[in-house]
């Protein structure tokens, strides 16, 4: 079993910066490989920013330049730096556990989510 606790977000103006934590307890050490994601209101659970265990990172094309992925050194923590934010960056994200052997596999399970709202 694995536990994953988001927190982090909050409301902020378009242009401000968030950083997103997250918090992996329980039997982790067969992950190599953390990530975020995200679920705008009707729209389906994208990747946003993977890390595996080597160093790896992936990004979504519309967060490249502005998202940062990290990990704390014993591997249980995430983070996700959030700059130059967007009204279309609002979404409710969470994070997850996987694999990298070349290529990135997330199957779950999945935090329960903290909500990023970008708004004036």
């Known amino acids: 079993q694995v536990q994953l606790v988001e927190s982090g977000g909050g409301l902020v103006q378009p242009g401000g910066s968030l950083r997103l934590s997250c918090a992996a307890s329980g039997t982790i050490f067969s992950f190599s490989a953390m990530a975020w994601y995200r679920r705008a209101p009707g729209k389906q659970r994208d990747l946003v920013a993977a890390?595996?265990?080597?160093?790896?990172?992936a990004y979504a094309d519309s967060v490249k330049g502005r998202f940062t992925i990290s990990r704390d050194n014993a591997g249980y923590r995430v983070y996700l730096q959030m700059n130059s934010l967007k009204p279309e960056d609002t979404a409710v994200y969470s994070c997850?556990?996987?694999?990298?052997?070349?290529?990135?596999?997330?199957?779950?399970?999945w935090g329960q989510g903290t909500q990023v709202t970008v708004s004036s």
């Open positions: 890390i595996a265990s080597d160093g790896t990172t």
């Open positions: 997850t556990v996987g694999h990298y052997r070349s290529a990135f596999r997330f199957d779950g399970p």
